[in-house]
C-alpha cells in the first residue's frame, strides 16, 4: 500500500507509523514539546500553590456559591443548558482564532485541515435545535442534587412546570470538587466509549443516527455538534447521570461544563497543540485530538473521546483473536 505525506503523518501522530521521510524510524521529538514541559510545570505550580493556600481556596469557593445562590440564573431550572450554550459559544471562537495564524498550521494534524465558517443563521440555528429538547427536558423534570432534604423533591413534584432548582444551602469542599470531576469524567467516558461502540458496530443505529456526524469533508471544530436529536440527548444525559452517580455539587457541576465543552471542541478542531489535554497528560493516558482525528478518519477505533484504556483493551482483544 502506498502512503502519501498526509496519510503518513496521521499515521505517524497516531502512533501507527514512523514519521514521514524517517525511513530509518528514529522517533521525532514533538515540536511543541518545550511548551508541553512548560505547561505541566505551570499545572504543577498552580495545584501545589492551591494545595498550600487550602483555606484561601476554599473561601474563594464558598464566596462564589454564596454569590451564585443570590442570582436569579443560577437558581433557574435552565441554567445549565444556558451555560453550556455560552460555553460552547465562547469555546468555538478558539478554533476559529487558531485558523488565523499562519504559524499554527504547522501543529495541524494533516495540511488540509481548516476551520469551516459558518452564518449567523446557521448557527442560531444550531443552538435553537440544542437548547429546545434539554428545556423541554429542563422544565418538566425535578432536578435532584444531594443536599437537599427530600420533602423539598416531593413538594416540586406537585409542580408540573419548574422554573427555579432546589440547591444545596451549602458549597462544595475544595477536595469534593476534585474527586467528583475526575471520578465524573472516568466514568463518562466508560459510559460513552459503551454508546459510541456500539452506534458503529450497530447498522442501524449508525445510518439513522450517527453517520450523520461522520459525513464531512475533512475534521473541523463545527462537527462537534454535528448530532441528531438523539445523540445530543444521549451526550448530555451520559454526562449528567455520570455527574449524578457521584452526587456532584451544582457547583461542581457548573466547573464540569466548559471544561467538557472544552475537550469535545478540541478533539475536532484537527490540531495537535501542546497545550492539548493528551500532551499535558503524560503515558498517552488522554486519546486527544489526535486519536479522535484517526476515528473520523478510519471510521473506527479510538471510540473513548477522552482516555484511551478501553481502546487499548479493545485492539488486544482484537489482535487476541486473529
Known sequence: MVWCEEDKMMRYRDGLGKPPGDEAGTPREYRGQTFVIAARCFLVFVS???????????????SSYSYLLSTYLFNSVYFETLFTTFCYTIIMIYPWLVNKFRCLDSYKIIPNVKYQDVSVVEILKMLLIYMTP????????????????PSVWIDKRST???????????????VSIVIQLAA?????????FT?????????????YIHKQHHEHGVVHSHIT??????????LVLTA???????????FTRMIFIPIFVGILIDNHAGYDMPFGLHRLVPFGLVGGSVKHFAHHQNGNGN?????????RLLKLYNYQRL
Open 48 to 62: 501545589l500553590t492551591a494545595m498550600f493556600n487550602y483555606d484561601r481556596l476554599q473561601f474563594c469557593i464558598n
Open 134 to 149: 434539554l428545556m423541554l427536558l429542563d422544565t418538566f423534570m425535578v432536578k435532584k442534587y444531594h443536599g437537599v432534604d
Open 160 to 174: 408540573f412546570i419548574q422554573s427555579t432548582r432546589a440547591l444545596p444551602a451549602l458549597p462544595p469542599s475544595a
Open 184 to 192: 465524573s469524567f472516568i466514568f463518562y467516558d466508560a459510559l460513552f
Open 195 to 207: 454508546i459510541h461502540f456500539t452506534l458503529h458496530k450497530n447498522f442501524f443505529l449508525y445510518k
Open 225 to 234: 455538534n454535528k448530532l441528531t436529536i438523539i445523540e445530543r440527548i444521549t
Open 240 to 250: 449528567n447521570f455520570a455527574l449524578k452517580v457521584f452526587d456532584s455539587h451544582p
Open 303 to 311: 471510540y473513548q473521546p477522552i482516555f484511551t484504556y478501553l481502546d
